[in-house]
């Protein structure tokens, strides 16, 4: 029987090691061949892989309070309460936003107190490290609240909002995530929509559902994130709903479209779609709690669903769910305090594989 030394006790059975990011751990003596096979499973931990945080931003504290400007973060990989991280660069709800694994960007939205003004202001964070968020520049839509966003490694794409002028818009630009600037045109939605969700792989961004001059929608469009131009029709979720999870939630091959949300009446349920193809969405599970106008983030593994409102009140509740499979959320913790019209940023979902 073989013997290695795992923390200086010599043992018949090796010890896995505890996972794949820069601070977990593979105590003992082991082989290049042990080792590359743990490397190849994705369980070796790798200098530089930063474990899997999402941070929740902004928001509205309740029907009659003033807007936030508080971002919380929780490790995807574990449960329990947020932390405080930072705070944005002003009191916003009703905001968007995209992430690549080193930079979180927040847009749009209402700034200021009571009700705000809305905004084209972008902001920034580095996600490894806790602090206040910085001006990254201005949406090429004036005024935008309830944008949705996708991104890859290096791009970031707004889509939709509303305009209290025009009303929604369906308008979409795009920034490079590293560089801070002015984001410039990139094509337009099927329809002027807000509210939608989204996700992506590192190639294909998905906008789904929300609401515009007709009403609420089913329609489940994509765009390609590396190049320009108009959203195409990817399908239908199995309903129309709107005030959805603001924030990328998928792997790298799964989206998940829909969580919560409301239609005539707020809604549990969670659809997906094969991120890669093209068709209607397919049931998931349900919300253990049904929210709308909440956040969502993930890991390529594990999605969240943060805050939001139920019978019209803020909620501070975050639950999960684990991305392969199918089935009804868990709780994972609190954010820090009770809120809606917030939005979710990771350094680790879908777009952002490799």
């Not at 070796?44 to 474990?51: I, K, L, R, S, Y």
């Not at 308008?171 to 807000?194: E, H």
């Not at 659809?271 to 998931?284: E, L, R």
Request: hydrophobic share 35%.
């Amino acid at each position: 029987m073989t013997k290695r030394y795992l923390g200086n006790i010599i043992t018949q059975n090796p010890t896995a090691p505890s996972g794949s990011f820069e601070n977990d751990a593979a105590p003992g003596v082991w082989s290049l061949a042990e080792a590359f096979a743990y490397t190849k499973a994705g369980l070796w931990p790798t200098a530089g892989n930063a474990v899997p945080r999402a941070l929740f931003a902004g928001g509205r504290g309740t029907i009659s309070t003033t807007n936030k400007d508080v971002i919380d973060y929780v490790t995807i990989t574990t449960t329990g309460n947020a932390t405080d991280f930072g705070d944005l660069t002003s009191l916003t709800q009703g905001l968007g936003a995209f992430s690549s694994s080193s930079r979180a960007v927040f847009f749009g939205g209402q700034s200021g107190s009571g009700q705000g003004t809305v905004t084209n202001v972008m902001a920034y964070v580095t996600i490894a490290s806790a602090g206040n968020a910085t001006d990254f520049g201005d949406l090429t839509a004036a005024n935008a609240r309830y944008p949705a966003g996708v991104s890859s490694s290096t791009r970031g794409v707004r889509g939709g909002g509303y305009d209290p002028q025009l009303g929604s818009i369906n308008t979409m630009d795009y920034v490079t995530i590293a560089s801070a600037g002015n984001a410039t045109d990139f094509g337009d939605l099927l329809s002027d929509t807000n509210h939608m969700s989204s996700c992506n792989s590192s190639t294909r961004g998905i906008f789904s559902g929300g609401s515009g001059g007709l009403g609420l929608t089913n329609v489940i469009q994509y765009i390609t994130i590396a190049s320009v131009g108009n959203a195409t029709d990817f399908g239908d979720l199995s309903q129309a709903i709107s005030q959805l999870a603001s924030g990328i939630v998928s792997s790298s091959t799964r989206g998940i479209v829909s969580m919560g949300g409301r239609a005539s009446t707020p809604v549990n349920i969670i659809n997906y779609v094969t991120i890669a193809s093209t068709g209607n969405s397919t049931d998931f599970g349900d919300l253990t709690t049904t929210v709308y106008e909440h956040a969502g983030a993930s890991s390529t593994t594990r999605g969240l669903a943060a805050g939001g409102l139920v019978s019209n009140d803020a909620v501070n509740n975050i639950q999960y769910i684990e991305i392969a499979s199918t089935g009804n959320s868990t709780d994972f913790g609190d954010l820090s305090l009770a809120r809606y019209r917030l939005a979710g940023a990771s350094n680790s979902h879908g777009g952002l594989a490799a």
